[in-house]
């Protein structure tokens, strides 16, 4: 059952820029953090940004820091993932997860919810 809808995904030019958009399926999903990760072929899952829903605070990963901007949308319960200045080694299935308040907004494993994905791909 699909709980996180993503969209926003495509092929744009290095330098060029996409949005990524993220919404739960149903407006009762509650969550506390909403993070991206992404998934480039043979390489592991890795964190790219997360935002608090209280505060929206900010957290990105080193990669992504200068480039992408995390925002949400209350009304819409919605996150998004401004990415501009894109290169090559962006290229991944991009997803979103809402977390619930638990562990670490850097791991995977601390999201209930994820997203189905959506494929970015970024040629030189």
């Known amino acids: 059952q699909e709980q996180l809808v993503e969209s926003g995904g495509g092929l744009v030019q290095a330098g060029g820029s996409l949005r990524l958009s993220c919404a739960p399926s149903?407006?009762?999903?509650?969550?506390?953090?909403m993070g991206w990760f992404r998934q480039a072929p043979g390489k592991e899952r890795e964190f790219v940004a997360a935002i608090s829903r209280i505060g929206t605070s900010t957290v990105y990963a080193d990669a992504a820091k200068g480039r992408f901007t995390i925002s949400s949308d209350s009304a819409k319960n919605a996150v998004y993932l401004q990415m501009n200045n894109l290169k090559p080694e962006d290229t991944a299935v991009y997803y979103c997860?809402?977390?619930?308040?638990?562990?670490?907004?850097?791991?995977?494993?601390?999201?209930?919810?994820w997203g189905q994905g959506t494929q970015v791909t970024v040629s030189s």
């Open positions: 997860a809402a977390n619930r308040g638990r562990g670490s907004v850097y791991q995977g494993n601390s999201y209930d919810y």
């Open positions: 149903r407006r009762t999903l509650t969550w506390y953090v």
